[in-house]
């Protein structure tokens, strides 16, 4: 069962997916974009410094896998102007030269790789034998545990929603954003954030709250018009940019089928104060003027 609790849940992510994040994050701090030889690791680096190289990766013609046990599947069919580029490469890693691949196939051959595995905006990148690969998702389920994580604690603390939806990223990206459908038609898209145990999100509008609203301005005709008065907005939770403008309802109490005096809400920082302003209903056509 997942926990949650101010915008976050304990990922279950499999002990591998966190050795991956552990590597990754020592891979960025610590590796080097170059292909020249450096000090000779031995495979068992797979499990701890070089663990970001696992996984599925494609490019354009080009296909690689590298296993947690160390095995390599390496591909790439081109023609190019008639001229084929084909390599294969199977074996399992020998050791790590620098950024290549020592594979131990019927001979010992080199991988070269020219840009270790990086992250570019969220995504997993890495140049092999010059191409470009993306690491494809380790998770396929990701995406869809985050949508259901946010989904079930917006429901619980925002309001009834009829879904979460992320991009394809999510399934590796650690940054990316979401969008939420309230039930009252509201759009609200989140900035997401993963790391190895948790998720992280935030509303990119100002989250206000309807019965705060409507109490401020009850308060505000009690001490300004000496009146009691009902008020009414648009929903339990209302999204809205700064310096955006919308509209609550207020009516005298008793007269519940009077014509509502209206109440313009503008949304003043992203903490939440807004200024309040109100107009009176129009007189109808014929009608004597209140006093």
């Known amino acids: 069962m997942r926990s949650v609790s101010g915008g976050r849940v304990g990922a279950r992510w499999s002990a591998l997916l966190a050795t991956l994040a552990l590597g990754a994050l020592l891979a960025c701090k610590g590796g080097t974009r170059s292909s020249s030889a450096g000090a000779e690791e031995p495979a068992s680096a797979l499990a701890s410094s070089r663990a970001a190289y696992v996984g599925q990766w494609s490019g354009p013609d080009v296909s690689l896998s ?19 580029t084909n390599k294969t490469i199977t074996g399992s890693i020998k050791a790590f030269q620098g950024a290549h691949l020592k594979v131990a196939a019927l001979i010992t051959v080199t991988l070269e790789v020219q840009a270790p595995p990086h992250e570019v905006d969220g995504v997993w990148k890495m140049t092999a034998e010059g191409d470009e690969l993306t690491r494809l998702s380790s998770n396929v389920g990701r995406a869809a545990e985050i949508e259901g994580a946010i989904k079930d604690n917006l429901d619980k603390n925002v309001g009834a929603t009829r879904s979460v939806t992320c ?9 990316f954003k979401c969008q939420a459908l309230f039930e009252d038609g509201q759009r609200v898209s989140y900035a997401v954030k993963v790391d190895a ?9 100002v989250p206000l709250s309807g019965p705060q609203l409507e109490q401020s301005i009850v308060e ?3 001490k300004q018009r000496k009146e009691t008065v009902t008020a009414t907005c648009p929903a339990k939770t209302i999204f809205r940019q700064v310096g955006e403008v919308f509209t609550c309802e207020a009516r005298k109490a008793g007269q519940a089928g009077a014509e509502p005096m ?5 949304v003043k920082d992203t903490t939440g104060n807004v200024g309040i302003d109100y107009q009176p209903p129009k007189a109808k056509a014929g009608a004597a003027p209140s006093r």
């Open 220 to 222: 505000l005709f009690a």
């Open 167 to 175: 991009p394809r990223e999510a399934s590796t990206a650690t940054a």
């Open 262 to 266: 209206l109440v313009s809400i503008t």
């Open 66 to 84: 590298i296993s947690p046990e160390g095995e390599v599947h390496y591909k790439r069919e081109r023609k190019s102007g008639g001229t084929s």
């Open 197 to 205: 145990a948790n998720i992280q999100w935030e509303a990119e509008a």
